[in-house]
């Protein structure tokens, strides 16, 4: 098998490349083979626990959408701008480089595992080089040095952004075999969607991994009171949906899900309290997925109010870093995705808060909306579906167009949003000011912000693999 060059990682896919060196927890040169040796700063300098926050997909034009919808509706600031200008020495905010080693454009595989292995590997992997060679995740290294693990996630539990931290797979789809790995590896956490790559009724092999977790002294947990009522310390394994959890939109507006189904905050929580009682070190990756799910779709309920989700969930990882203040705290997103934005409407733009406003008050995803609509609708029945989770009540001529996009390819000149939902989300822009770039992710720089011990040495402009090294240094003490 062939070893990977330093030259290869040093380089991402845009052909640069970086050191980066850092104080507190240094981080060592992007993409190399990093020792776990200690870097002479004080340990004091290195948190005990590490909380990696990720709203998947999520373009930097949502923490706008974001920000307005909670002085609209909550009357208060988001957590994450809190964040930002916290006055606090060990704060840090940047932006990272994503690329991936296939694409500027990465995937949420990629990305991930650039974190997770410290290399830069192509779209569609998992923690695999390249030229095929598996590369350590931070789990198993945080494991061998007395962390404990846990993964939160409102996707399935094995999906690429969870898995870029534990598994190692050429295919990312391959959900099966990294529920397995995930059994093998053996984490304090799993809270999250997939209970359908656990259940041997829907598994190709048969296999009950929900017994094997019980079998490894885990506490398996199906809804959210086992979640909330569950007490001791065994390590816990919890999934809440079959596939990928709902929408907030959805969830919070239908009693059924809202009482079988945890928040993302309510999740967290579970986790760190689980963490903090199973060691006193731990590193817990939380993604908001949804994010990235709206966006590909253009669904602007279902984006703004999941990064509200997101947001409620980075306050408890706020308070309890207040009560642990040995805790380093990164919120960042592994790429963007069809960069939405709030867009001018109206005399000198003045119309644009009214009309967003629009979007806080909507019911139903855009996505749920489009699992009631079929080809044979008449006009009426579908402007009437479509009042009912917007509350707006679009004209004869904007609806055709909507029901044209569903009985064919759709009316939108533009190739990558030319199917039904993003039709209906360009023909509701008019009346909710919210625009939408594409349906992909994108290739623009992340952001980041960090607080906590050793946040202040990271620098304004981080290369993804370098944080991997940052956070490999940080498990080494003195």
Sequence with gaps: MSRIS???????????????????????????????????????????????MVSDGMSVGVLTLAERYSQQFRGTETNWRKLMIAPTGEHHQGLMDMASASSVVTD?????????????????????????????????TAMKHGWAGGLVSTATITHATPAGFLAQSN?????????????????QVYLGGGSRFFDPAHRADKQDLFMGFRNNGYAVVRSRDELLNQKGDKPLFGTFAESHMPYTVDHVNNPALLAGVPTLAEMTAAALSRLESAADHFILQVEGAKIDHAAHV?????????????????????????????????????????????????????????LFSKVGRMTRSYSAISGDW??????????????????????????????????SHGPNPYTYQNAAIPTLASILANHTAVSWGGTSHTGDYVTLTAQGPGAASLPSLLINTDLNAFYRNCMVRA
């Design 6 to 52: 330093r030259r290869s990682f040093l380089r991402g896919a845009a052909g640069t490349s970086a050191v980066v060196m850092l104080g507190g927890c240094a981080a060592k040169p992007s993409g190399a083979s990093t020792p776990l040796t200690t870097t002479g700063a004080s340990p004091s300098a290195k948190p005990k626990r590490i909380i990696h």
């Design 298 to 354: 253009n669904d602007a309920p279902g984006l703004v109010r999941d990064q509200i989700a997101f947001d409620d969930a980075i306050g408890v990882a706020l308070r309890f870093q207040a009560r642990n203040p040995d805790t380093l705290l990164i919120v960042t997103t592994d790429h963007g995705n069809s960069n939405p934005g709030l867009f001018g409407q109206g005399d000198a733009y003045g119309d644009s808060d009214k």
């Design 171 to 187: 295919k990312r789809d391959d959900e099966e075999g990294i529920a397995k790995q995930y059994l093998e590896r053996g984490i």
């Design 108 to 140: 949420s595989s990629a990305a991930s595992s650039s974190w997770g292995c410290g290399h830069r590997i192509n779209n569609g992997s998992v923690n695999i080089a390249p030229d095929g060679t598996p590369l350590e995740p931070i789990l198993v």
């Design 374 to 407: 079929n080809a044979n609708m008449s006009v009426p029945d579908l402007t009437s579906l479509i009042h009912r989770g917007t509350g707006i009540e679009l004209s004869v001529k904007e609806v055709a167009m909507v029901l044209e996009a569903i009985r």
